[in-house]
Every structure is written in C-alpha cells, then in structure tokens.
C-alpha cells in the first residue's frame, strides 16, 4: 500500500516536471537562432537550470508573465541591451540588431554568438581589419624579400625592420 502510494507520487512529481519543462521550450522560438543553444540561450545547464545573464535580464523584465504561461517579449528594447557585458548587444549577438525579428520568422541568417555567455562575442570589426591589414602586408613583403633573396644572400630582406620605415 504504502509502495503504491509512493509510485503514484512520483509518477505524479515526474510528470508535473515534464509539463514545466514542455510548457516553456516554446521559448526557444520566441528570440531570434534560439534554436543555436537551444534552453542554454537563457539556462546555464539545460533547460530547468538556473538562468545565464541572459536569462535573469528576460526573468526580470521581458516576459508577459512570471510563470510559464509567460511569452518573451523579444524587441528593439531587449536587442539593444548588452545583457553578458560583453560588448555586444544582444541583438548584435543573435543576428538581429534591431530587434525586429517576430517569433515565426525565419531565423536571421548570420553568425550567432552568445548574449548570455561573456566568451562568446563577436570581434570587434574596424580595428582588427585594421591590424590584420598590416599583417598581411609585413608578411606579403617578407614572402617577397624572401623569395627575392633565394638563391644565396644572407643580408637581412629589406623593408621590414621598422627603423628604416
Ligand atoms: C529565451 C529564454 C529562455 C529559453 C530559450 C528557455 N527558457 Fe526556461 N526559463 C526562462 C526564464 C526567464 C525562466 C524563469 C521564469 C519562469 O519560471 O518561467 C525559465 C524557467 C524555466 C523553468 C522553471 C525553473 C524553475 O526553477 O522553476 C523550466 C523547467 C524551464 N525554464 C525549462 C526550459 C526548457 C526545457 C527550455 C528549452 C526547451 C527552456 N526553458 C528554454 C527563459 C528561457
Ligand atoms: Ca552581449
Ligand atoms: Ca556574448
């Protein structure tokens, strides 16, 4: 007897669990590539699990209700927010900038980042292009004075010590 009632307790317990869980996954579809990580867009460790910075910031501002009846409110307010620190606004994280994809919409196509996770960041553009360009140049040239001086010399290839620039 007192078997039965503990099995029919935690078929009870197990499945109100489930419907927690199964009432909130239409989440996922209610911010733009949340099909990238899934729960963990908003979780830590799997749907259930304590929330990403992400997550706190859409608890405690972007849901129509504080239960699992509440539906994110995805827009240009949550996308312009920089929940993770990181730099990054959460738009800009998850290829919406604007704000202005509607659950429903096809995912915008771009590369997704993190918004609730700090490591996960897109680089910043305009200066890493501008490094990168010199890079490119310094190497270009030495792969020029190299193949130039093939053939024996071992002077130092020309150009590249910043002294003489
Ligand atoms: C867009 C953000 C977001 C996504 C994606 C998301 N969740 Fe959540 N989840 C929340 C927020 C915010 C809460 C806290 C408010 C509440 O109780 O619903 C929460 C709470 C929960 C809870 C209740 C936890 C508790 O301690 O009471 C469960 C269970 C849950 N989520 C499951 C899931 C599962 C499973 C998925 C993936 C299929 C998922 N969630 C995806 C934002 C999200
Ligand atoms: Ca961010
Ligand atoms: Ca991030």
Do not use: Y
């Amino acid at each position: 007897m007192t078997l039965r009632i503990l099995l029919v307790a935690v078929l009870f317990l197990g499945s109100v669990v489930v419907d927690e869980a199964a009432a909130r996954s239409k989440r996922v579809r209610q911010v733009p590539n949340g099909s990238a990580t899934s729960c963990n867009t908003c979780h830590t460790a799997g749907g259930g699990s304590p929330l990403n910075p992400f997550g706190i910031e859409i608890a405690t501002g972007f849901l129509t209700a504080a239960s699992a009846a509440g539906d994110v409110v995805w827009g240009a307010e949550l996308a312009a927010l920089d929940s993770d620190g990181d730099g990054a606004s959460n738009g800009a994280e998850l290829g919406d900038p604007d704000g202005t994809w509607a659950a429903g919409d096809a995912n915008p196509a771009s590369e997704v980042f993190h918004p609730g996770d700090p490591a996960s960041t897109p680089p910043p553009e305009p200066e890493d292009t501008a490094i990168a360009k010199t890079t490119w140049a310094r190497v270009k040239q030495l792969i020029g004075a190299l193949a130039a001086g093939e053939g024996g010399s071992q002077t130092a290839p020309t150009g590249i010590d910043d002294s003489k620039q």
